[in-house]
């Protein structure tokens, strides 16, 4: 229900702000560079360019949503959060011999996270004590219990009235209303219902944001990052973890580049490499290499060994690929000039097989590096002592969302920096790239 | 120098379906050093495939090639070669594709600087020196491709229809420097074109092929290409026997590809 609603919300935003911005630039910007005096831009993909406005709105729109659908603190837009304070409902006790008393129930309903908050002085919050009342007339008694917010619960009223269940004592109404068994009453606090046996049963309104456990607010992660970066987390600084799974992704890239691009050049220039190489790199090729993280474990146990090789591998085939076809996409017609110009094999491969396929080479790396980063976190969530992934994996057992979140956002920045990095290096050594 | 033999040439491809095609068959030549070759043919008739083998980059089925009394065996500096595009490498600068050659000899920087400083003047690329070949429009490219191969001081140069990608007036241009170069350089050039007029203006010695199989159909010696150095080419295309020749090449080239036609629709 709730994702739903966030995706109406999301696709809503999409379109409202959309037609905004395109009335705004229309209003006050003019039109000027040349793509904007192209008519024909939907299937020409070269006028397509990124709005930046429309990057920007997008992720201002998830914080905003996220915000605005978890119990953040943030004065932003909420939805309607959960029923949160003091709830008060009668029932009605009716006996075998048709007499009845009503008694009040006072629910207290509070944060279901509040142990994991700390009040002003830093102590760790405590589950609030149960409202006082007192025990009131006649033979049912006064009940009061405290409920965690998206919780819920089964309130045994007889246990201390006067006549109990056994003594045939039944609950006949809820709020002065009659119910039968399996019926059920909705206040603006929560359910209040009737179970099949006949017990009274309480869940407070939910209303549309998520619990902690599910999704941490926002400020909530961003304390939680402070705190890893201070304290740390199982014995390593956040940095240690960051350091630990990025070492293995470029130590096993590395060995994987240098050992793939010189097979895939070999495989690009002899017949026999080519038929060597060939049945074992096409095999290679489509097991992912998670499929390879129980055996690395069976050969090299669960050290650095057996990761890095696992990215080495991740990285190797996809490097030997990349070379080999950088080698075959080289125009004939080059290597007949250099050939003509009087260059010998090695020049042909220094001076015009290399650098033709670097391009190849690249977009390689940009792909191996994205699989292997991937990887590692895999890898690192069966068996780790630290890095990323064990940190997620070990804070999910312990329900501790907002590492899993920290940590997930960590792996989806660095991944990036990772792949703008490598861009950026291409622009720098492959100026000619899409040029030709 | 003692020019080019092509010596009964034959050249048979065969197909991976099991037949074969006769590219070339008895194909003879001899060129003689400094000679302003053009050769001209309907498409298919084998005229890349001569080409590739005079610059060693296929063996023949039959025959041999023998420049400075030397049987080809396989590419070599003495024979340049300017293809029809893209045969620049584009991770090098101008001064860098031009001074390839003398750079793999290991010539001395400072010598080779100065040819390419010299070649790149003559072909008007002085101020380019130092651009990415890429940010060349197509006729600079060429300029660059005709500058690399001279820079490597070949004794005959293979042009693959060297200007056939080039816009009208661009091509004009070229082909003037085309026969400057050869006047002041006294290359042997074989060139193959596409285009009569070309053919016409860029050969002292013009060889029409015919196809199926691949053949020397018919040769000329013109004097357009001698009357064309330094001179406007558009004069010498007024020329009467120039029209004459002209409309003569058209009519059997154009009597070649019906009748290619011809057999192919037989054929389907
Ligand atoms: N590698 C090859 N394998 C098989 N057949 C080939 C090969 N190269 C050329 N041929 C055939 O040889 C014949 C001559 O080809 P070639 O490329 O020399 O012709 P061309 O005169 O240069 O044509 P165009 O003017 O179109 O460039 C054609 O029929 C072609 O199909
Ligand atoms: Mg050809």
Redesign the interface.
């Known amino acids: 229900m709730t994702g739903l609603i966030l995706l109406a919300v999301y696709i809503a935003i999409f379109a409202v702000s959309m037609v905004i911005v395109a009335w705004a630039t229309k209003r006050f910007f003019t039109r000027a560079d040349f793509t904007s005096l192209k008519t024909v831009t939907f299937g020409d993909e070269s006028a397509v360019k990124a709005n930046r406005a429309a990057s920007v709105i997008s992720v201002l729109a998830i914080f905003a949503l996220w915000v605005a659908f978890t119990n953040s603190s943030l004065p932003l837009f909420k939805a309607k959060g959960p029923f949160e304070g003091i709830v008060e409902f009668t029932y009605t006790s009716t006996l075998p011999d048709g007499r009845s008393d009503d008694a009040t129930v006072s629910i207290l309903v509070y944060p279901e996270d509040v142990q994991l908050t700390e009040d002003a002085n830093g102590a760790p919050g405590k589950i609030p004590n149960k409202p006082d009342v007192d025990l009131g007339e006649g033979f049912a008694k006064n009940d009061t219990l405290v409920i965690p917010r998206y919780g819920s619960k089964l309130i045994s009223v007889f246990q201390n009235d006067e006549f109990k269940k056994s003594d045939g004592a039944i609950v006949t109404h809820l709020n002065g209303q009659a119910l039968t068994p399996g019926e059920q009453i909705i206040l603006s606090e929560g359910r209040l219902a009737l179970t099949e046996k006949g017990t009274p049963f309480f869940e407070p309104s939910t209303g549309f944001r998520m619990a902690r456990l599910y999704l941490p607010a926002p400020e909530v992660t961003t304390n939680r990052f402070l705190q890893l970066n201070r304290e740390g987390y199982r014995n390593f600084t956040l940095l240690e973890h960051t350091w630990a799974s990025l070492q293995r992704v470029l130590l096993g890239f590395i060995f994987g580049a240098l050992v793939g691009i010189p097979l895939g050049y070999a495989m690009g220039l002899t017949n026999w490499a080519r038929g060597w190489f060939d049945p074992i790199v096409e095999f290679m090729r489509p097991v992912p290499p998670l499929a390879l993280i129980p055996l690395m474990i069976i050969w090299f146990g669960i050290g650095e060994t057996s990761k890095v090789i696992l990215l080495f591998l991740a990285a190797l085939w996809i490097m030997a690929i990349a070379a080999r076809s950088g080698v075959s996409g080289v125009?004939i017609?080059?290597v007949?000039?250099?050939?003509?110009?009087?260059?010998?094999k090695s020049?042909i491969l220094r001076?015009?097989i290399i650098?033709?396929s670097?391009p190849e080479i690249f977009t390689g790396a940009r792909v191996a590096m994205g699989v292997c980063w991937g990887t590692v976190v895999a890898a690192e969530l069966v068996a780790a002592e630290k890095g990323l992934g064990m940190m997620i994996m070990v804070a999910a057992k312990f329900q501790l969302t907002d590492i899993v979140i920290v940590g997930i956002i960590l792996i989806g920045v660095i991944g990036f920096a990772i792949d703008i990095g490598i861009r950026k290096l291409e622009g720098w050594l492959?100026?000619?790239k899409g040029?030709? | 120098m003692s020019g080019l033999l092509i010596d009964n040439i034959s050249m048979r491809f065969d197909l991976p379906n099991g037949g074969s095609v006769q590219a070339l068959k008895n194909v003879t030549l001899d060129i003689k050093s400094g000679e302003l070759l053009s050769v001209l043919g309907p498409s298919g008739c084998g005229k890349t495939t001569l080409l590739n083998i005079v610059?060693?980059?296929l063996a023949p089925t039959e025959g041999q090639v023998v420049v400075n009394d030397h049987a080809v065996k396989?590419?070599?500096?003495e024979?340049?070669?300017v293809?029809?595009q893209?045969?620049?490498?584009?991770?090098m600068t101008v001064r860098e594709n031009v001074s390839?050659?003398p750079d793999?000899?290991k010539m001395p920087r400072q010598d080779s600087m100065k040819i390419v400083d010299r070649l790149l003047e003559v072909v008007g690329l002085q101020d380019f020196k130092d651009k990415?070949v890429?940010e060349l429009s197509g006729g600079m490219q060429q300029r660059v491709?005709l500058a690399?191969?001279l820079a490597?001081e070949?004794d005959v140069i293979l042009m693959d229809e060297p200007l056939g990608a080039l816009d009208a007036l661009t091509r004009e241009k070229m082909q003037s420097l085309v026969l400057d170069l050869w006047k002041e350089t006294g290359k042997t050039i074989i060139l193959i074109t596409h285009s009569v007029e070309e053919a016409l203006l860029l050969g002292e010695r013009l060889l029409v092929m015919a196809p199926r199989p691949g053949r020397i159909h018919k040769e000329y010696r013109l004097p357009f290409a001698e009357m064309g150095v330094g001179a406007d080419l558009r004069a010498v295309k007024k020329h009467p026997d120039y029209a004459k020749t002209r409309e003569e090449i058209l009519a059997m080239i154009w009597e070649m590809e019906e009748e290619i036609m011809g057999r192919t629709e037989e054929s389907a």
Do not use: D, I, T
Request: charged letters at 15%.
């Open positions: 125009a017609a080059k007949h000039a250099a050939y003509s110009l009087g260059a010998k020049q001076k015009v650098p033709n670097l492959v100026p000619w040029k030709v | 610059a060693g980059f396989g590419p070599g500096p024979r340049g070669m293809f029809q893209g045969a620049l490498f584009e991770w390839f050659g793999m000899k990415a890429y491709a690399r191969c490597n070949p």
